[in-house]
């Protein structure tokens, strides 16, 4: 069964960087399209960043755009999530998701398999 495995998740201190990884098994990471979302405490799962199968588009939300990269390894079969310049706002728990047919990135009802998550802690 297809499974994805996040790590790299930690405390950092407000300014500081993290680089999120995404393991796939049984799923090949350049034919789906490959996202991160996040949950913060109390909140809805919001989107943080996608990219495309194929041709490798990427996609970010406002609040991340120019301070995080998504990026995948296709010989590993693997997706990182580079996080710099955090905030106390980027605090949640940070989730892949892997989908085939994708309309909305944004959204997370296109998505057919998700990992367990990885807690991001930034303090101030």
């Known amino acids: ?12 201190q407000a300014g500081g960087s993290l ?3 995404c393991a796939a098994s049984r799923l090949t ?5 490959m996202g991160w979302f996040r949950q913060a ?4 799962r919001e989107f ?26 296709s010989a590993k079969d693997t997706v990182s999530l580079q996080m710099n310049s955090l905030n106390p706002e980027d605090t949640a728990v940070y989730y892949c998701a892997a989908g085939r047919y994708i309309s909305d990135y944004a959204s ?3 998505y057919d398999y998700w990992g367990q998550g990885t807690q991001v802690i930034v303090s101030s």
């Open 41 to 44: 405490p109390g909140k809805e």
């Open 19 to 21: 680089t999120l990884s």
């Open 48 to 73: 943080v960043a996608a990219v495309s199968r194929s041709v490798g588009s990427t996609y970010y939300s406002g609040s991340v755009k120019g301070r995080f990269a998504i990026s995948r390894d």
């Open 1 to 12: 069964q297809v499974q994805l495995v996040e790590s790299g998740g930690g405390l950092v």
């Open 108 to 110: 997370p009802r296109g």
């Open 29 to 33: 990471v350049r034919s789906y399209n």
